[in-house]
């Protein structure tokens, strides 16, 4: 089948936003409250030759015991459990939280190749924050605007390597 590409992060960082981007059409919802995406939705993606499944999870939340975080968790861990290639955002604002950190863990945990992709990095000079972002351990970190629609094609050019 085709390759299955998982966006996992914190609520709030631009998952769905991102998720739209990369299937072109707007399924995802996309709240300005977190966390209010909570089901897994589903695409299919096509880039340059490639033609793959991606996944938004509804994200993943540590250090709450909130039962409708605690089902999001449980989804985020199943698409990773799904995913061939699992692609990680966080948000170029907070810099890297402690969320972050833990999500960081989990995922290379899971021995799958996970792309990290800093968002909200609507400007050039906002590329500089990523470098806070290198100490989560999962290599370089790719600014991306999902909003504008930058840098996407050099995070999915990392992506499709793993394919
Ligand atoms: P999710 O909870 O991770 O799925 O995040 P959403 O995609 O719903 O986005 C959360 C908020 O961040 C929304 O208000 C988006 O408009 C905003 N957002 C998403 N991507 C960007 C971006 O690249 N730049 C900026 N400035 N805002 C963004
Ligand atoms: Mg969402």
């Known amino acids: ?3 299955v590409v998982a966006i996992v992060g914190r609520p709030n960082v631009g998952k769905s936003t991102i998720f739209n981007r990369l299937i072109g059409e707007r399924i995802a919802i996309v709240e300005d409250m977190p966390g209010v995406t909570r089901d897994r939705l589903y695409g299919k993606g096509e ?3 490639h033609t793959f499944h991606v996944i938004d999870t509804g994200g993943i939340e540590f ?5 409708i975080l605690t089902q999001m968790r449980y989804q985020a861990e199943l698409a990773i459990d799904e995913a ?3 692609i990680m955002i966080a948000d170029s604002r907070t810099g890297a939280t402690d969320a972050d950190v833990e ?3 989990m995922l290379n945990r899971t021995g799958k190749p996970v792309v990290l992709a800093v968002n909200k ?3 050039p000079e906002m590329r500089a924050d990523i470098y806070d972002f290198y100490s989560l ?3 370089e970190p790719f600014p991306v605007s999902g909003s504008h629609g930058l840098g996407l094609g050099d995070m999915l050019e990392e992506v499709v390597l793993h394919f």
């Open 137 to 139: 351990g999962l290599g």
């Open 103 to 105: 999500l960081a863990r």
């Open 121 to 123: 990095a609507d400007n």
């Open 63 to 67: 250090g709450e015991t909130d039962e």
């Open 84 to 86: 061939d290639v699992i």
């Open 1 to 3: 089948g085709l390759p």
């Open 47 to 49: 880039w340059l030759t």
